[in-house]
Nanobody, 124 residues
Framework: QVQLVESGGGLVQAGGSLRLSCAASGRTFSSYATGWFRQAPGKEREFVAAINWRGINQYYGGSVKGRFTISRDNAKNTVYLQMNSLKPEDTAVYYC?????????????????WGQGTQVTVSS
């Protein structure tokens, strides 16, 4: 297992930007595919984006495609989520998650390691 800690959340106006970070501990982090999910109050956890262990391939949820970019720096054991053109409907707790076996999945059940989450609030 790998331990994950998110940071970078906060309050931003619609149209603004935020960059989330996910710092990992564990020597094998570079072997994990890593993703971001989000959960708004009263809603199910939603897939946002994922990146493979090399950082070469990414895939995104439909609601964020073209606005969000996921990247990783294995030398720093960190994954990033750059969020641009934010909308009020992007308001949620954002979670970082990692998996060694479920590349291509958008299901939270396929990701075995999770961070505690960071709140993102977008005001209109």
């Amino acid at each position: 297992q790998v331990q994950l800690v998110e940071s970078g959340g906060g309050l931003v106006q619609a149209g603004g930007s935020l960059r989330l970070s996910c710092a990992a501990s564990g020597r094998t982090f570079s072997s994990y595919a890593t993703g971001w999910f989000r959960q708004a109050p009263g809603k199910e956890r939603e897939f946002v984006a994922a990146i493979n262990w090399r950082g070469i391939n990414q895939y995104y949820g439909g609601s964020v495609k073209g606005r969000f970019t996921i990247s990783r720096d294995n030398a720093k054991n960190t994954v990033y989520l750059q969020m641009n053109s934010l909308k009020p409907e992007d308001t949620a707790v954002y979670y970082c998650a990692a998996t060694t076996t479920a590349w291509g999945s958008t299901s939270s059940a396929d990701f075995g390691s999770w961070g505690q989450g960071t709140q993102v609030t977008v005001s209109s």
